[in-house]
């Protein structure tokens, strides 16, 4: 087998690593500012220009934050009492340029040329920048910077600069003032709680500048101590070479100034090596940072750009990713799986916030979504980093234990929704600490880590403890309910989606505090076995006992999961889907969450949301859910859905891939792969948004790749977007590195190191080892039909007989009466439509409103033309072949149905003489849902009394078999492949339909 497409060996091609910009655009400077940030791990650096003016730019450290007060004017029992924000810590990134008296910069210079590139491969951020200053000097400026990995746990952090300035046609005195300037406020909420609540500045402490060193401290007022931020230079050799000429040191900045004269031509090279140290106390900063400027001074920028270079390269390696056939996606995926690996937390102290490292939205706090989304892409690429993001939580643990006992729980332990310390930092409780749902995901982080690395040690030290310590908590929250024939039930809860707050029975939550609680139990009995000594010391010291875990067991397994049986659909919640659908349009133009325009309680009245917790939790936990109710649940939610969330996007894509919806798939893969690169939700200037990049990589591998681990096992079922030729990823999993390639035929699975492995593609169980890829075919070779059925449903007009024309000519007729243009094209958007939807679609040409009344009229005086017509309708109508069929089938003892949105349908059939051959023909007008809801197709299902998925729908319209693929059944097409999406199989007219080749005897 070819391989489909190059390895991450296709180094020659830059620009498939490469993020480039060509065009100078200070409209989006601090959008650009966010891009091309560097970081890692704990020291974020955004992109902005050293000579600049630093609007909007700024540096972070992970560990760096500030406390304040919350203020309530009725405050109750556990009420969070104070807000983590991170500040912006002292910029060490600034080199002024002044040609003799005058400072050259970006914003107030001519602009003659502008490049610069964020290289994914090694960690590198290059830009050239050519300039005509108002006194019509020419130069050209060329920088580098790396923020290099650590060399080792508790090392400063590192930021590492090559500046160059050549003259074009300046002859004259040049400056470089290398300055660590004092940080700014952080950034200001105003009307949008995304973006952070404005805090005071670090306080400065001093500062200090000579020839060989500038220092600048600052400390917090509430938070986390001192900071020291310390820089030293290296002057390499050039044609004009620079010297040391003064220093200055004020409250604002401490500043080296270097100075040469420059001759057209030549030009002069600053290397700059920035440390930053951070503790409790201020003691011993100065002799880390100074060790630490010393090393890097003596190794030169280019060694440290070589660290940097290295641990990429291991990086890549495990995580290499490639898309042939669009070029764009494949660049978008690096680049977002380059931000989740250079922002998420690695020292097991640092949280892995919703923004990273790269600006100051929500505060720079820690939400649910780090364990949800961005551990996950970790865990399958770089384990030892999703090791420490849990490490980091198991810091937390303190403190969540001390929020359950503010919550009132006697035991167990509580994370926050939002948090940096390890407290609850929100002051909105029905969406903060309502959300217990947050301690699942943790659980579910744990435990997908635990599988993708079976690392005994950390389940020992860490894992254990917080999932014993979490799952306490729902017996807690839940009970078993007599009312509901003994089904645990939790109440008054916040699932993630934040447009529904406060409720009973979750979906999300109660599903995965199942998947929790079974997983703790499960962490039970394998420490026992494994470290027993470990396990007793851990069970005595928590105080814990088989009889609670048995009492996690039987709560799990009595977890009440509502489900609407009318439906067929997963409830959100108990209360959900008795409310109104959103009545209010959404603005045109720009997306706009509808939280900035709403208050709370506006959107809980109403079926809204932000994102579907229904949808997540079938994709996070829904092994078990059969592919009917996950269709059915998807399209319902999908319709009352508005996406406002990041989140969003790439959980509807990977269901969208589970049950068959290739082209949603993409649609919702694309949302979600460019959130920022694109700025589609408007405040990247604040930051990346971590969970979306990480969920451009799950709608990869979880969704077009199919993956999924269960009972501890990888299950793959790829797929292959329609405009790509071919895709492949590498995974870690146990030790192991694993590739996998897809192209238009086949699937190649390459175990490169380790020990063999079984996986399972498409059910087919293939064990891999380093000696031999398996290549086995992109889709399973087993046909949909023939298969056991119960039941025929058929649809009537365009399946059994056509009178589209005599509905066309009522329709043309009625739109002529009220002056509304009418044609074939505008018909062609009627088919399989019901009379209200299909006038409505009429009327969107119409010049006036027409109200309820009169649209009822207008319905009426069409189907009354329509009925007129199809008195001349008989026997002789039928297509060919209709009598055969349903006598076939009949013969077999298959029930027959008909779903039509017509409700002239029963008098129809009548006049066709074939209404005695019908078991049950659904009655249109007791539908509320016109397809393509699934309800029509469940109904009659339901009156034949066998189940959705052991019948067989017949439809000739696009709706119709969206609306038999919701209700779980597979679907004929009667046309084109092309006019009817998502059809099982397709047949040019009812007469084709061969019975043996459809129902297996």
Known sequence: MTQPHPTPADAHDAAAWCLRQDRYEPARRQRDQTLYALANGSLGVRGGFEEGDGEGDGCYLAAVYEQNPIHYHERFRGFALRTDTRVPVADGKRIEVWLGEHRLQPETAEVLAFARELDLRSGVLRRRLRLRSAQGATVEIESERVVPAHVHPGACDLLAIRYRVRSIDYSGELRLVSAIESARRAAAQGDDPRIGAASAGLLSTGSQADGERARYGQRTQH????????????????????????????????????????QPGGEAVLEKFVAYASAAQAQGLEERTDEAL?????????????????????????????VDGDPGAELALRFNLFHLWQSAGRDGVSGTAAKGLTGEGYEGHCFWDTEAFVLPVMAFTAPEVARAMLLARYRMLAAAREHAREMNHPAGALYPWRTIAGGECSAHYPSGSAAYHINAAIAYGIGLYLDASDDPDFLAEAGAEMLFETARIWPQVGHFNARRGGAFCIHEVTGPDEYTAMVDNNYYTNRMAQQHLRRAAQAWEQLRAQRPQQAAALAARLGLDESEVALWRRAADAMYLPYDQALGVYAQDDGFLDKPQWPFPRREGEHRPLLLDYHPLTLYRYQVCKQADVV?????????????????????YEAVT???????????????????????????????????????????????????????????????????VSAGELRFAPTLPARWRGYGFGLRWRGRELQLRVDGERVRYALLDGEPLEIAHHGQRLRLSVAQPVDVALAPAAATFPRPAQALIFDLDGVLTDTAHTHY????????????????????????????ASLAIILERATREYGAEERHTLAERKNGYYRAAIEQVGPQDLFPGVLALLDAARARGLKLGLASASKNAPALLRR?????????????????????????????????????????????AAAGIAAIRAAGMPAVGIGAPADLPGADAWLPAIAAFDLNAFVSR
């Open 616 to 636: 997540m939790a079938l994709v996070l936990a829904g092994d078990d859910v059969d592919a009917g109710r996950k269709r059915r649940s998807y399209d319902y």
């Open 294 to 322: 010393t090393a890097a001074v003596g190794a030169g920028y280019e060694a440290l750009a070589a660290l940097q270079a290295g641990a990429l390269a291991e990086f890549w390696r495990d995580a290499e990713i490639a």
């Open 912 to 956: 066709l003489g074939i209404a005695d051959r019908f078991d049950y023909v659904a009655d249109a007008g007791a539908i509320a849902r016109a397809k393509p809801n699934p309800e029509i197709f469940l109904s009659v299902a339901r009156a034949l009394g066998v189940a959705p998925q052991t019948c067989i729908g017949i439809e000739d």
């Open 223 to 262: 938070g986390t101590g001192a900071v020291l931020c310390a820089q030293s230079h290296r002057l390499p050799a050039a044609s004009a070479p620079l010297a040391f000429a003064a220093a200055q040191a004020d409250d604002t900045r401490a500043a080296q100034i270097f100075s040469a004269r420059l």
């Open 809 to 836: 000519q009522a329709w043309k007729r009625l739109a002529d009466e009220i002056g509304v243009p009418f044609d074939e094209t505008v018909n062609l958007r009627l088919k399989g439509v019901d009379r209200e």
């Open 642 to 708: 508005t996406h406002d969330s990041t989140l969003s996007a790439s959980m509807f894509g990977i269901l969208a891939s589970e049950v068959g919806l290739a082209d949603k798939a993409l649609d919702y893969f694309d949302a979600s792969l460019r959130v920022d690169l694109d700025d589609l939700h408007g405040n990247t200037d604040h930051g990346v948004h971590m969970a979306a990049m990480a969920g451009s990589w799950l709608a990869l591998v979880q969704g077009f790749a199919g993956l999924r």
